[in-house]
């Protein structure tokens, strides 16, 4: 499915079940921000089962790249914040030549995305868990699915989507195979726009600067899982952040077909 002017969109539903089944169509969806929905995208949208719109970014990056939602029918908007995954901005002072020196010292310090995504997991396990209870609580009575979402549709959006996935006992292969999917979807347009804005504000772009922004190795997403499976896996992890027992089984019989 293609929603005009909304990068890496996609449904996680046919995934395979370590158990036997797939992943429910029409529950879970992931992409990137939704700034840059056309009209026709707008109405694309308010057709799929989508009523829920979680969005991970920070309040700078919204009010940047404020959203689009359909008004033909009503959306619940949920912002679920994480501060890892977002781009420092530079302190711009009155010289312009504070950009690029603000982000020399940034840009001394980048993790990898690994490192990043672990970051994102010591601090956010009650924002990953606000999600996975998002989801948990949709129906096929309304359009109640949930559309999750940060700037890119890769990082924050990667390990949430792939937290509840596993939890839901889908299989690690097609987990990691969904995330790496990000990078080429996000290639093109998207990826060069988002480059060339830095390059604009007088970032180098290095190569390391370069996979943060646009690149899904699956070596980090596997990073971020064997992490988890050292403190008892996805559902355990979800359940430190606040997921109750109740609320874990409906977030698995949600997903599961």
């Not at 992409?31 to 009523?51: C, E, H, K, P």
């Not at 889908?170 to 990078?183: K, L």
């Amino acid at each position: 499915m293609a929603i005009e002017g909304l990068f890496n969109f996609r449904d996680t539903g046919g995934m395979p079940l370590t158990s036997g089944g797939v992943i429910r169509s029409g529950v879970l969806y992931r992409s990137a921000a939704l700034n840059a929905l056309t009209d026709d995208g707008l109405a694309q949208l308010a057709d799929t089962a989508v009523g829920v719109i979680a969005d991970f970014r920070t309040p700078v990056e919204q009010q940047m790249a404020p959203d689009r939602v359909p008004v033909s029918r009503p959306f619940r908007v949920e912002s679920l914040t994480l501060l890892e995954g977002a781009l420092p901005q530079p302190a711009v002072g009155p010289d312009a030549t504070a950009v690029p020196e603000s982000f020399a010292t940034v840009l001394a310090q980048l993790p990898t995305l690994g490192e990043l995504y672990l970051s994102m997991l010591a601090h956010g396990a009650g924002t990953f868990a606000g999600v996975a209870r998002l989801v948990g609580a949709s129906t096929d009575d309304e359009p109640t699915a949930v559309l999750v979402h940060c700037t890119a549709g890769k990082d924050r959006t990667g390990v949430a989507v792939a937290l509840m996935l596993d939890a839901a006992g889908a299989e690690r292969d097609a987990i990691v195979a969904d995330y790496a999917s990000s990078q080429d979807n996000l290639a093109g347009p998207w990826a060069e726009g988002m480059l060339g804005t830095l390059t604009s504000m007088g970032v180098p772009v290095t190569d390391s600067l370069r996979t943060l922004v646009t690149k899904t190795p699956p070596a980090a997403i596997e990073q971020a899982l064997t992490w988890v499976d050292g403190r008892g896996g996805s559902a355990a992890y979800l359940q430190s952040g606040g997921l109750t027992d109740d609320e874990l089984d409906a977030l698995r019989t949600r997903l599961r077909a």
